[in-house]
Nanobody
Framework: QVPLVESGGGLVQPGGSLRLSCTAS????????IGWFRQAPGKEREGVSC????????SYADSAKGRFTISRDDAKSTVYLQMNSLTPEDTAVYYC?????????????????????WGQGTQVTVSS
């Protein structure tokens, strides 16, 4: 059983929007901080956005600020990443990860923390 499952990826035209979901299976995300990451072919993992469950603080990569919004629905054990004004540079596999600690620094240092759980990723392709 995969503990985290991402969904909502797909093909979208430049300027379009997608909402990614990260759903937990077998545990509640209400007690976990979440990080969204992406990795494009031939590139290193990049932190996109993170949310701490304890204090609600969020962080965003500069490339995501003003366009992406992280939110959570603890009743559904789901965290969302709303992505607007997408560009071809946003094309990547997007992953979510869950951890019980403070994860905000993961946006700048995406390899610094050993998250408890990872999803398998969902492909986002922005192309005309």
């Amino acid at each position: 059983q995969v503990p985290l499952v991402e969904s909502g990826g797909g093909l979208v035209q430049p300027g379009g929007s997608l909402r990614l979901s990260c759903t937990a299976s077998g545990f509640s995300l209400a007690y976990y901080s979440i990080g969204w990451f992406r990795q494009a072919p031939g590139k290193e993992r990049e932190g996109v956005s993170c949310n701490n469950y304890k204090d609600g603080r969020t962080s965003y990569a500069d490339s995501a600020k003003g366009r992406f919004t992280i939110s959570r629905d603890d009743a559904k054990s789901t965290v969302y990443l709303q992505m607007n004004s997408l560009t071809p540079e946003d094309t990547a596999v997007y992953y979510c990860a869950a951890d019980t600690g403070d994860v905000l620094y993961s946006v700048r240092y995406p390899y610094a923390r050993e998250y408890d759980y990872w999803g398998q990723g969902t492909q986002v392709t922005v192309s005309s």
